[in-house]
């Protein structure tokens, strides 16, 4: 299967935990874009990667999140001292460079926090 | 600021019917749009795209979506739905300048098919 990847499928952790999700692109691609979707809502952009650089963060990406893009292949974003209102569902997206050309979606990673 | 708008939360078509989802947007340039469908629990599947040219954009599934951009509309329709269509619709606008990808989704739309 060559689209994008994303590990865990579902993650449940403790308040205080921090997690590591990972997201690995398709290959051609150097594009790599972070989303959170939580319920009843459409997905928010978080931030994104064009190969190791990470080239915008949003302001919903606290201190408490970082992303990396080691080699500019796959991707890693940690969340340290969860929160409940962390709990959501955490997508990865990849693409080409900039231009008419469109993102394709991992399943994502689910987050419940207790 | 760029926004998109879905004013129906929630619709309930019978099998068969005809589909129109409607998407507004607010973007100060020639914008670059989308209609997503995600099912429950999964991720986002593209249906169709605009960039620019012809204002009718034909995408998977039979799906087709029409550019008005004296409305500031993007509207999703189907001419005749199946019951495999019931899902969450997103439509969304890429944002970002050279980032197209950078997408601003609306709320969504939640489809019911009733046999």
């Known amino acids: 299967d060559t689209g994008v990847s994303q590990d865990p499928r579902h993650k449940i952790t403790k308040r205080g935990q921090n997690v590591t999700f990972r997201c690995d692109p398709i290959?051609?691609?150097?594009?790599l874009y972070w989303y959170r979707q939580t319920l009843g809502q459409g997905p928010e952009f978080l931030t994104y990667f064009q190969n190791e650089a990470q080239l915008e963060k949003s302001r919903l990406l606290s201190d408490r999140f970082s992303a990396e893009r080691p080699k500019g292949s796959f991707s890693t974003l940690e969340i340290q001292r969860t929160e409940q209102g962390d709990s959501a569902m955490y997508l990865c997206?990849?693409?080409?460079?900039?231009?008419?050309?469109?993102?394709?979606f991992g399943q994502g990673t689910r987050l419940t926090v207790v | 600021a760029q926004s998109v708008t879905q004013p129906d939360i929630h619709i309930t078509v019978s099998e068969g019917a005809s589909l129109e989802l409607r998407c507004n947007y607010s973007?100060?340039?020639?914008?670059?749009l989308f209609w997503y469908v995600q099912s429950p629990g999964q991720g986002l599947q593209l249906l169709l795209k605009y960039f620019s040219g012809d204002t009718l954009v034909q995408g998977i599934k039979g799906f087709e979506a029409e550019f008005k951009r004296s409305q500031s509309s993007f509207n999703l329709r189907k001419p005749s739905v199946h019951w495999s269509d019931a899902a969450e619709y997103f439509c969304a606008v890429g944002a970002g300048g050279g980032a197209t990808n950078k997408l601003i989704f609306g709320t969504g739309t939640l489809l019911a098919v009733q046999p």
């Open positions: 973007y100060g340039a020639t914008p670059y």
């Open positions: 290959s051609e691609h150097n594009r």
């Open positions: 997206a990849s693409s080409f460079p900039a231009g008419r050309t469109e993102a394709f």
